[in-house]
């Protein structure tokens, strides 16, 4: 930092500290001066009082000077005067200058002026001299009084007094000596006093600011690096790698499924587990690796230096197994399964920005196998996800640009053979790409939350087409789990029935057992609910679940519908033909409708009317159509019976 710099942040400072030193400097020089003034003052003082005692008396000081020895009757002159004791020395000196008595101490040093004043005895008035003793014998300050000896105008000499001023001076010496150290006391605890404010002031907002950057660069639960400075690393490390031949791994890792493990753990469990997570990586990481969490339950690590992958491969191992090690929680143990993203630079990308995305796709490409797997990043990953992004972009607009349309696959009464309702099936027609089958937008839907909005048209809609038809034909549609969770479904299909004025007893409401896993409680009171308006409630996909049969006994469904892999296989597989006629049965047992979705062979559709399955749906009976054209068929069908149709085959 410059001088300027300095001077411009620190002046305030630097004028106190002046100031201070200043008056330090006056607190240790102005006592000494003052204490010498103060001798002068008392020197002129005794000086005066001597003078009129000694020529209080002319005869005496006439005797001094023309008597031999007659000048040491002066002595008791000065005791009379109170100086008696203090005289060192005295001269008397005549009109000529010369000396004629001397009495006390002798080798008394004498400064210039002190000199002058000895050798001219007709000076007008006292020279008072200050002088500091320099042996231990001698006094340590002492005044030379000068007084000129004037009788009726006519000078006849002069008297010189050495007056000891050793106590005099002590006591000065004390007095403002104390005087000083006060002073300096008080300076110094007004210097001292700010400066220890300011440094202790200093000190707490550099703590504050050290601790401020922590949070910024640190995840303060696990202690580990924050996104922010894992970016920043990272490009440190990417930086490091152009300059040699060595190669970095960026590993993003979630724990799958832990918002239902937190939900299950009391108090903070959820974030022991995701502090002890973290321990255990930073604990296998090396001192160049950088570890952080960057978001929720997802974690990154950066191993740098890597040589060849097979280095990547042996920490994953030893990650693994770190990470299957129970976690203890609140006297619980618990066993977390992660997904893993892996993206390698420079191969997958150089720079901080790239390499996080790519980590994040496969990560994301692992979590959508089912998770508990790991993945490298690949470029077709990225298409894959950028062809997702279209769809949900475009998904976003396909309702306000009514591109979505209903086809309807009809249901057939195996005993009649007669129409008795159909599945409301929902398409997708994009003005550029063209028909977009369900199975590409519905988990796009299901994610994002769209499926509700849609999912509302569809009910809308179809309960608008139905009341076209014979009145005695259904319509099924599909309701998502998201529909439950999300508002009042109850309220929603209750709305829809009365604008559009559909019997509650021809809507027929389709679930599936993944509805049912998480908050089974909540999700059947809602469905009883829907079943008090009127409205059949069906379980889709029956057998394909763990605990189908528990449903049933719990909730009384209008209809099962026996899913289509056991129809499919039922005419080759024993196994499949046999589950097939015990779902017909417990239909039968427990009063329930059962619909066998995917007949489209004759073979299929004879082998479930001698099981007594009452309803069937498949390619056999009819593809899907469009409102219309099912109003139209449903209509010719009502009018006239027909035999079961054959025209269709296999498609």
């Not at 002026?113 to 020279?127: D, R």
């Not at 007669?418 to 028909?435: D, F, K, V």
């Not at 996909?541 to 289509?564: E, H, N, V, W």
Request: hydrophobic share 45%; glycine share 8%; aromatic share 6%.
């Amino acid at each position: 930092m410059r001088l300027q710099e300095l001077l411009k942040e620190y002046w305030h400072w630097l004028g106190l500290t002046s100031f201070a030193v200043a008056i330090a400097l006056a607190a240790l020089v102005a006592p000494n001066r003052i204490g010498l003034l103060e001798l002068e003052r008392e020197a002129f003082s005794a000086e005066d009082r001597i003078r009129e005692a000694v020529l209080s008396d002319p005869q005496v000081i006439l005797q001094a000077l023309t008597v031999p020895g007659g000048a040491a009757q002066l002595a008791e002159v000065f005791s009379e005067a109170g100086y008696g004791r203090r005289v060192l020395r005295y001269e008397l000196y005549n009109s000529k200058g010369e000396v004629i008595y001397t009495s006390g101490v002798a080798d008394l040093r004498l400064d210039r002026s002190a000199v002058a004043a000895a050798i001219n005895p007709k000076m007008n008035g006292a020279t008072i001299g200050l002088y500091g003793g320099e042996e231990l014998s001698k006094p340590t300050h002492f005044a030379r009084l000068h007084i000129p000896i004037n009788l009726r105008g006519k000078v006849h000499g002069s008297l010189e007094v050495y007056l000891d001023q050793t106590e005099q001076a002590g006591v000065l010496s004390n007095y403002f000596g104390v005087v000083a150290l006060v002073i300096l006391g008080l300076v110094s605890a007004g210097i001292a006093i700010p400066l220890i404010v300011a440094w202790s002031r200093g000190r707490a907002q550099r703590r504050a600011s050290e601790e401020v950057r922590y949070l910024q660069e640190h995840d303060t639960l696990t202690g580990l690096a924050n996104r922010a400075t894992l970016t920043d690393l990272l490009d440190s490390a990417l930086e490091r790698t152009k300059s040699g031949h060595r190669h970095l791994a960026l590993i993003s890792l979630d724990i799958d499924r832990f918002q239902e493990l937190n939900e299950s753990l009391e108090g903070h469990g959820g974030d022991r587990v995701l502090h002890d997570f973290g321990s255990r990586i930073q604990h296998l990481a090396r001192d160049t690796d950088i570890v952080a969490r960057v978001d929720g339950d997802e974690f990154a690590i950066v191993l740098t230096d890597i040589a060849a992958l097979s280095d990547v491969m042996a920490f994953m191992h030893r990650l693994g197994t770190a990470l299957a090690q129970p976690f203890h929680v609140s006297n619980r143990e618990v066993v977390l399964a992660t997904s893993v993203g892996i993206a390698l630079a420079p191969a997958d990308g150089d720079t901080s920005d790239v390499l996080l995305r790519h980590a994040a796709i496969a990560l994301s490409r692992a979590k959508a196998d089912g998770g508990q797997r790991v993945c490298f990043y690949e470029e077709s990953m990225d298409q894959a996800l950028q062809r997702r992004h279209t769809i949900e972009q475009d998904l976003r607009h396909a309702l306000r640009r009514n591109e979505f349309e209903i086809v309807y696959q009809p249901q057939y009464d195996l005993k009649t053979e007669m129409p008795c309702g159909s599945e409301a099936l929902i398409r997708w027609r994009h003005p550029e790409h063209g028909l977009i089958s369900p199975g590409h937008f519905i988990p796009i839907a299901e994610e994002t939350g769209l499926i509700v909005p849609i999912g509302e048209w569809v009910l809308r809609q179809a309960c608008a087409d139905a009341t076209q038809w014979p009145e005695h034909l259904t319509v099924a549609v599909n309701l998502s789990p998201a529909q439950f969770r999300v508002g009042d479904i109850t309220e929603t299909v209750a709305d829809a029935l009365h604008q559009t004025g559909l019997p509650a007893s021809r809507l027929e409401l389709e679930i599936t057992e993944s509805l049912l896993i998480n908050d089974t409680e909540e999700v059947l009171a809602k469905l009883n609910r829907l079943r008090s308006i009127g409205v059949r409630i069906a379980m889709d996909d029956f057998g394909t679940g763990y605990s189908s049969l528990s449903y049933l006994a719990r909730f009384p469904f209008s209809k099962i519908k026996i899913d289509q892999q056991f129809v499919r296989n039922m005419t080759r597989d024993p196994a499949m033909r046999a589950i097939v006629k015990s779902v017909v049965a417990l239909g039968k047992s427990l009063r329930i409708a059962v619909t066998a979705e995917g007949v489209e062979t004759p073979e299929q559709a004879r082998m479930l009317r001698r099981f007594g399955c009452p309803q069937v749906q498949g390619f056999l009976y009819g593809r899907p159509e469009t409102a219309e054209v099912h109003a139209k068929g449903a209509l010719k069908a009502t009018a006239k019976v027909s035999p079961l149709p054959k025209r269709h085959s296999a498609a």
